[in-house]
Structure formats: C-alpha cells, structure tokens
C-alpha cells in the first residue's frame, strides 16, 4: 500500500533527488499495472489521471476534456488500485476543480483520506481562448484551479501546477505551488497522438519563459517541462539540457506509446513464428 506524505515531505524527496544531479520524472498512470511497473523503473512521482483512462481505451488525451466521463470519479476509482500496488512513491492525482457542485476541501480531503500524497489540475488553458474566457465568467475557469492549488497548499498536501502561460505561471507561484510545469499542450506521438506545429526549440523557448515568470516569485520552485514535441527521453533531454528545468512529465510518452510498441513488437513476433514440427512432417 503507498504511503502518503505531506507536501513538505515530497519536496524533500524531489530535493534530495537534485542535489544528487538527478532528473526528476513524472510518469501519469491510468492502471495498476503501470503504476507499479513505473515505481519499479524508478519513478519520482506517480500521477492518477483521467486522461490515462481514455488513453488506455485507445482514444486521445483530449478526450477526457469532453464531456463524456467524469474526470473526478474515474480518478476516485483509478486510485484504489494504484495506491494497492505502489509501496514508497508520492502518488498524485490530475484532478478537475473546475466542477462548482464539488468544494475544493471536499474533494481534497477525500482524496487524502484515500491516500493520496498531493494534486495537479486539468488546466483550462487547453482549450481555446474564447471558451477559457466564458468559462471563466460563469466561476468555472482558470480562477477555480488557482482557489484548487491554494486550498490544497494550505492543508499541506503536495501541489503541482500546470502552466499554459507566463501568466500563469506567476498566479500559480504566488498560490504556493511546490512545483510549476510547463505545459506545451496534449503530446504529438503514437497511434493517436495530438497534433503539434511547435518544435524543440519552441519548447526550450517556451518552457524557459514560464520557468521565468514563475521564479519571479518564488526562485526555489522546483520546474518541469510536459507535452507538445515531447514524446521521447531525448527529446526531455533536449529540453532539460537548455532549460532550468529539473524535470519531465510522461503522459502519452510514459504509458500509451510504450504500451503500442511492446504489444505492436510481441504480436508481430508471435505472428512470425513457424510452424515448425507439424509442417516438417506433412512435408
């Protein structure tokens, strides 16, 4: 059974992981079997998402930003069996605080109670800008995953926010993020990867900008980089080597992907073995 830790507790592992010239790594998980495969490979973090669900039904990331499930129940149920299986990694969980009928302490205090060592939001900033705006005004939007990151800092559990922007990332400094990461948009990549027009360097330029802006405000964040041109180690690699970043998140990159090519490989290498005995001896 995981252990849960508070937000101070987790930073302590994440720093005791820097200092030894270590970079971090995040891998989202929508199974068990994952989870437990990443604690294994040596996972910093282990993060519960709906969007691993739906990817794990051979759709898109984006999907779980329609409205066709709910994001919060299906990570309620994925955190059983993830924290049955995980012993010693911070498990984390990417949660929708957008919803106005479900109280930020409410939904925190159930997920810790469950187990759960600390958040990350679904960020609205995904969406295009004339939809985050309404979003916005009706008190769905952008505003509730601030109150969500804020809430969930005061009750000392670990936070880890998603910046689209500068902008955001300045907000979600000051809201008493442990971390910020920059978020480049859904993953390129695999069978049903999302498309991209930014390249590495974009990636650099961009995730540097936000690694700024949040450091503006508090200069000991720990930083991140997520999504977008991101679909490998060396592309992470690419990343960290020219940025301040300490770190990388693995949604598609860390389940879906690797899970297409092992099964793609064994199937085509079960397929391809002979018959061997019996069409030696109908020869």
């Avoid at 605080?97 to 679904?122: A, C, F, I």
Wanted: glycine share 10%; hydrophobic share 40%; charged share 20%.
């Amino acid at each position: 059974m995981a252990i849960r830790y508070t937000g101070k507790e987790v930073v302590a592992r994440l720093r005791n992981e820097i200092e030894a010239g270590c970079s971090l790594f995040m891998p989202n998980t929508g199974m068990g079997l994952s989870a437990k495969i990443q604690e294994k490979g040596g996972a910093d973090l282990i993060c519960v998402s709906s969007t691993s669900w739906w990817r794990l039904k051979g759709q898109g990331s984006m999907a779980a930003f329609m409205p066709y499930s709910d994001c919060n129940a299906l990570v309620f149920e994925l955190v059983e069996e993830v924290l049955a299986v995980v012993e010693e990694t911070p498990v984390i969980t990417l949660s929708g605080p957008h919803n106005p009928l479900l109280g930020h302490r409410e939904h925190l205090q159930k997920l810790w109670d469950m187990g759960v060592s600390g958040v990350t939001h679904m960020p609205i900033g995904l969406y295009a800008p004339a939809f985050a705006e309404q979003m916005e005004q009706i008190g769905m939007g952008f505003g509730r995953e601030l109150e969500f990151i804020e809430t969930a800092h005061d009750m000392n559990m670990f936070t880890f926010a998603y910046a689209c922007t500068s902008e955001d990332a300045e907000q979600f400094a000051q809201a008493g993020a442990d971390v910020v990461s920059a978020h480049l948009g859904a993953t390129k990549g695999g069978d049903v990867g999302a498309a991209t027009q930014l390249t590495l360097d974009d990636a650099v330029t961009l995730s540097q900008e936000i690694f700024a802006a949040a450091r503006s405000v508090n200069e000991d964040l720990i930083l991140f980089a997520h999504g977008g041109p991101l679909e490998s180690p060396k592309d992470a690699r690419y990343v960290l080597e020219r940025t301040d970043a300490h770190g990388f998140i693995g949604g598609s990159a860390a389940e879906r992907m690797p899970i297409e090519k092992a099964i793609l490989a064994v199937t085509q290498a079960f397929k391809g073995v002979p018959q061997g005995r019996r069409m030696n001896s109908d020869g």
